[in-house]
């Protein structure tokens, strides 16, 4: 029989919690909702345990003799899961630690897809970011309860907190008046640990080594977690440090065809791409991170608590372009036209007419596409995006916690700082090759493209081309915030009387400059060799031929201070970084006030096991917001300062009926808001002529009229818990209004067309859908085989938007239809493993209405579609003995990529080759 670790005893309280509550469903008792389990039962706990069960977890039975505890790491966790779901008085998932450094994924926002009615997507260095709450991206995140964000915005980068420092995490779907404003489609809590949660010193350690199959090389990953407590004579005292740190390497290759307008010449009638090309983002990126905590039980009703957190992302890559410019073609031949046509109205410059107002100027043509064509005498080039890129965040917070009888009572007061630098140089090499094919017909639905000799490795030849190109950005945000709740308990049918107040005082600013300068003689004129530019080769791209690597200009030299020094000198920029241009700022204050009252209610009927519980409440919310932004208005810089405020009242209901036997039925409704961006709201205007003749024009622009998000939100559930595992069915609806979308509109600023893209309401949305979840081991089976069990949700997000919005009748922007999780699991006998498949359907991630590419006649919608995939993911980890587990895990081992078109399914555009990540790892503690 194995003996508990130290760090795991958290789980013995909950798991005899979890067995008391399923005891007290059959015998028609029941804690009290909100008691999270915690309260329905006790157990003895081993050295170096955590002491209370509310932030870990487990599946235990005590031996014979009373002395020992038998622990399982993925039941443990799945058994908390559950409890928090049963027992919330919200629609609520959650994720819970295994161990210390033993989060199910190695990152907190990987670990959220596996959340019912949770999509995520993949960034650029291959890390899982950007979740959808039921495909609604606005989500406030809090961490222990606080508000946290990320620079200027109002959301938090959930890659920038490692999967080492969670605890637990809880997906709110819906709301009580306790929570936070800020988020439509729900809250997202981060937990991390606490120092009372353990009896006795605690030392964990945990080490990885990553090996993401793109890039070939390893990365290592390290935590380290110390707590312990003390008795004094002013009260017992606990303190908590936990540090990460991370330094993984990444290749993301992206294929990409460009926009199509109407060919002319030899490709007459033809959908010809402007151009067709790839790039890599590759680099490395460390993560450095560092919480802490003490905790003083200053009586026994008053404890006081500090928490610290540092978080931080850096990174120096590249984004390597490599393209072949279509348009610059003398003549293209070979080609193999599709079936594949339609008649499409056709501006002078062969693109869609969006800007051209004289009739005279427009033709009808009828054009097809195209399996394969060759272009000839064409320009071709390289290009180094150089990326310094830094972010740090800090929160600091203390507050105290009053538990006296009835009453309970807390305040907390935190200050978050959270800073972006990012450092962006650009330098453009080409020249003109013989020849270029572009094949679009494979099973894969991914375009390819091969030029004879791979000209873009030879060095011979290069030119500096377009401009060299400057872009520095410096973002970043601060909040102070007060916050306090009581809980009043009575012996009436109103079981508990809630109030609470919260002010908050928001701050934003973003600074950018932009500096393009043309090369001398300008573009293919001058060669490399003017200035000796060091070349380096990057990866290459699978679709580019085959993958052979191609040469651009060294990312360390166009990072150094000699080569940035030589490189201005020569294109003829100022020396030195440039300053920020008062053009592209915007500075934004911002006080929040909010106030609650809520009420919690529980009615027995008659003495059986029937009851009915749940909460009523409201809060109180007003904004007050001064925003002020520069923009370039006709040549001339003009700023712009819009104050407004808003003040909503925000009224929820819940009731859960519980029905004996682990049956329960819920129903919630809340309306929720959700504030717009500081970057949406500014109210500068920005553009720019483009260097490369084939790209149109482009800007954008803030709306400082933008209405905050509102939903009516409506929850309905059907829940039945058992020892083993649960069965769950949901039905939600959203009645959205004021959403908010990007659309890109041709303007006409100057005698010049820019596509400016600019943020809008678009009056009302609905979605609606439908979520199954379950999970269970089958302990029925005989021997080794009982350490089985399955988990598996899906969810359905039927979306449309209303209104008279140019989109009205299609989804929401990011909506999957379906998505789902479906997963194996074993834990026996020291072993852990867990196997999962991830699936989102196909869904529209950009509104490409107002660009240029031609389109059938009568279509004034044009969107851009991600093709349905999918991830399959694996762990396994195995314990030596009580202190030591060794560990090995993979992501997305089938090699899912984002795969999109533009409207028609023939219209490939996209390809982004996502990594394959394998790990392993040892964790040990003490």
């Not at 109030?499 to 001058?526: E, K």
């Amino acid at each position: 029989m194995r003996r508990i670790p130290a760090f795991t005893a958290s789980v013995i309280a909950l798991a005899i919690a979890g067995q008391a509550h399923a005891q007290a469903a059959q015998e028609g008792t029941t804690p009290a909702n909100g008691q999270d389990g915690a309260a329905a039962g006790t157990a003895q706990s081993t050295a170096g345990s955590p002491a209370e069960a509310p932030d870990q977890a487990g599946d235990a039975t005590a031996a014979d003799d009373g002395s020992e505890i038998v622990v399982t790491g993925i039941r443990a966790s799945l058994a908390r899961a559950a409890e928090i779901k049963r027992t919330a008085a919200q629609v609520v998932d959650s994720i819970v630690a295994q161990d210390i450094g033993k989060f199910p994924d190695p990152t907190t926002a990987a670990a959220l897809q596996r959340v019912p009615g949770v999509q995520v997507t993949v960034g650029g260095n291959n890390e899982i970011q950007n979740p959808l709450i039921r495909g609604l991206g606005d989500i406030l995140t809090t961490l222990d309860g606080r508000e946290i964000f990320t620079s200027d915005g109002r959301t938090f980068a959930f890659q920038d907190l490692p999967a080492e420092a969670i605890a637990r995490l809880d997906v709110y779907k819906s709301n009580t008046a306790n929570l936070i404003e800020g988020g439509v489609a729900g809250t997202i809590d981060l937990r991390l640990n606490k120092p009372f949660n353990y009896t006795e010193p605690t030392i964990a350690i945990s080490g990885k080594l990553n090996y993401p199959s793109n890039v070939e090389k390893l990365g290592p990953q390290v935590s380290f977690l110390a707590t312990d407590r003390w008795d004094t004579s002013i009260g017992e005292i606990g303190a908590l440090l936990n540090v990460s740190w991370y330094d993984i390497p990444f290749n993301r290759p992206y294929n990409y065809v460009a926009e199509r307008r109407a060919g002319s010449g030899s490709s007459e009638g033809i959908l010809l791409p402007i151009s067709t090309g790839g790039l890599n983002e590759y680099g490395r990126y460390q993560r450095p991170q560092a919480n802490g905590s003490i905790q003083w039980q200053a009586t026994p009703s008053l404890e006081i608590y500090i928490d610290g957190l540092y978080s931080a992302y850096r990174s120096k890559f590249s984004t390597g372009f490599y393209e072949y410019r279509l348009g610059t073609a003398e003549s293209v031949s070979n080609i193999v036209r599709s079936d594949n046509c339609f008649t499409a109205n056709v501006g002078p410059d062969g693109f869609n007419p969006n800007a051209t107002t004289d009739p005279t100027q427009i033709t009808q043509q009828q054009l097809c596409g195209f399996t394969s064509a060759t272009f000839n005498n064409l320009e071709a080039f390289s290009s180094t995006q150089a990326h310094n890129n830094r972010t740090d965040t800090w929160l600091a917070a203390g507050g105290f916690r009053f538990d006296r009888d009835r009453l309970k009572a807390n305040v907390d007061v935190s200050y978050e700082r959270s800073i972006v630098n990012n450092e962006n140089f650009i330098v453009d090499i080409g020249k003109r090759v013989p020849e270029a094919t572009l094949a679009l017909v494979n099973d894969d639905q991914t375009a390819t493209i091969t030029a004879p000799g791979n000209p873009m490795a030879d060095a011979r030849g290069l030119t500096f081309i377009n401009a060299l190109f400057q872009d520095y950005v410096r973002s970043s945000g601060g909040l102070f915030a007060v916050k306090g709740d009581a809980t009043y308990e009575t012996d009436t049918i109103l079981k508990t009387i809630e109030v609470g107040a919260r002010y908050a005082d928001r701050s934003a600013r973003f600074q950018q400059v932009q500096l393009g300068v043309a090369p001398p003689g300008g573009s293919f004129a001058t060669p490399i060799t003017a200035i000796d530019l060091p070349l380096e080769r990057a990866p290459g791209i699978p679709q580019i031929n085959n993958g052979a690597p191609f040469l651009l200009p060294s990312r360390d030299y166009l990072l150094s201070d000699s080569g940035q020094a030589t490189i201005r000198d020569f294109f003829g920029a100022p020396d030195g970084q440039p300053a920020f241009d008062p053009t592209r700022e915007f500075n934004v204050g911002e006080n929040s006030y909010a106030g609650y009252v809520q009420a919690g209610y529980e009615v027995p009927f008659g003495s059986g096991p029937v009851v009915l519980d749940g909460k009523l409440g409201v809060r109180y919310t007003r904004t007050d917001r001064d925003i002020t932004g520069t923009g370039v208005v006709s040549g001339s810089p003009v700023t712009t300062t819009s104050s407004n405020s808003d003040t909503d009242w925000l009224p929820n209901a819940s009731a859960r009926l519980q029905l004996g036997g682990g049956l329960q039925l819920r129903a919630t409704y809340a309306r929720t808001i959700a504030r717009p961006s500081f970057a949406s709201l500014n109210p500068g205007l920005n553009y720019i002529v483009s260097t490369n003749p084939n790209i149109r024009n482009s800007g954008s622009g803030g709306n400082p009229d933008l209405r905050p998000q509102k939903s009516d939100s409506f929850d309905a559930t059907f829940e039945y818990y058992w020892n083993d595992g649960y069965f769950a069915i949901a039905g939600y609806y959203r009645d959205i209004s004021d959403r908010v979308v990007n659309g890109v509109t041709a303007e006409e600023i100057d005698g010049i067309v820019y596509n400016i893209s600019r943020p809008r309401n678009v009056g009302s949305a609905k979605l609606k859908g439908i979520e199954v979840s379950a999970q269970t081991f089958f302990s029925f089976l005989p021997g080794d085989l009982a350490g089985f069990g399955a988990f598996g949700n899906f969810t359905l997000a039927d979306s449309k938007i209303g209104g008279d919005d140019p989109l009205a009748g299609y989804t929401l922007q990011g909506v999957s239809k379906y998505n789902f999780n479906a997963g194996l699991l074993y834990d026996r006998n020291g072993i852990s493993a867990r196997v999962v498949y991830t699936y989102r359907s196909k869904y529209f991630d950009e509104d490409r209405s107002g660009a240029g590419d031609v389109r059938p006649v009568g279509t004034e919608t044009w969107l851009n579609y991600v093709r349905p995939n999918g991830r399959l993911d694996f762990s396994l980890g195995y314990d030596i003995n009580k202190n030591v587990t060794l560990t090995v895990e993979g992501s997305n081992i089938l090699r899912s990529r984002y795969r999109s078109y533009i409207d028609q399914d023939f219209l490939w555009r996209d390809t982004r080759t996502d990594d394959s990540l394998y790990a392993v790892g040892v964790r040990t503690r003490f």
